[in-house]
């Protein structure tokens, strides 16, 4: 999710159930988050990649428009000034975390897409720091190194020679652009109307990517207008809008606000096991030796690079 979280101020529960209230949020979230990973796989391409892109973002665009249009109005959110910040960052978020993610799950696994959406933090690390954002120490860069180290033996499966030759590799390949992707709408969103609620920009966003995901959905209704309009994609395209859509947006924006920044991060780390998890209880494909040896190698070195 975005690494900006709202600014409001910070309220605590009581005390008594404070982390019991924490838990179960990092829980919900993780669980939203990873299921889009497990829709990926499960439709398997039987549903057009674009289409559901379109669709998914127009229902998070439409859900969260009130915000939107009340940050618009209050003057928090200058369209005129945002248009290209806004479009940019709908294209690397939206638009490159949509169709591609879904082509991708053809051939590649729930589990692999997940562990090398952990990475994320990593590349926005490396980009700040290319940037002058931000210095790297010798532990983030030992974290980095460790991170990398795991996705490289996800993605090849242990054997690097595989990258050329395997399907599956490309597949995981794809993941990593779109990785790329969520990573660079990671820096930008955070500078586009900062005043703004996450919510409110998270609609703007959103339309933008459904605008980018238009041109290849229309193809795909023009080619395959069967495929695109059916029973099952309408019920993918409402789970997609609302469980890892305005679900997991909304939880991970209340999250925030109420423990804070820091906190909210262990979301990071969450994700991975709860895609884990769905896609052995749900698709049957439990996680093997190398995702766990490849996952406790990235989750270390995310861990160790967010240390300062």
Known sequence: MDAELPKAPVSRPASGWEDAVALTGFILVAVGQASNQVLARGLAGSVPPF?????????????????AIAAVRDGK??????????????????????????IAGITTSAIHIALIFALSP??????????????????????????LAGALLIV???????????????????????????????????????????????????????LC???PALQEMWATPAAVFNVRALEAYVFAGIVPGL???????????????????????????ASALLSWIILGEPPRLIHLVGGLLILGGVWASLRK
């Open 51 to 67: 289409s559901l892109a379109l669709f998914r973002w127009s229902i998070i665009a439409i859900g969260l428009a009130p915000f």
């Open 77 to 102: 959110i200058p369209l005129a000034r945002n248009f290209w910040p806004i479009l940019a960052a709908g294209f690397l978020g939206m638009f490159l975390c949509g169709g591609p993610v879904y």
């Open 122 to 147: 990593i590349m926005v690390l490396l980009i700040s720091a290319a940037l002058g954002i931000e210095h790297i120490g010798p532990l983030q860069w030992l974290g980095t190194a460790l991170a």
């Open 156 to 210: 090849s499966g242990g054997h690097l020679e595989t990258l050329a030759q395997s399907s599956a590799a490309w597949g995981d390949l794809l993941v990593v652009c779109a990785m790329l992707g969520w990573s660079g709408y990671t820096i930008v969103q955070s500078r586009v109307a900062p005043r703004a609620s996450l919510l409110a920009r998270v609609s703007l966003f959103a339309a933008a990517g459904a």
């Open 213 to 215: 995901s238009l041109p």
């Open 247 to 273: 679900l997991a947006y909304a939880g991970f924006a209340w999250l925030g606000a109420r423990f804070g920044s820091v906190r909210t991060s262990l979301v990071l780390y969450v994700a991975p096991i």
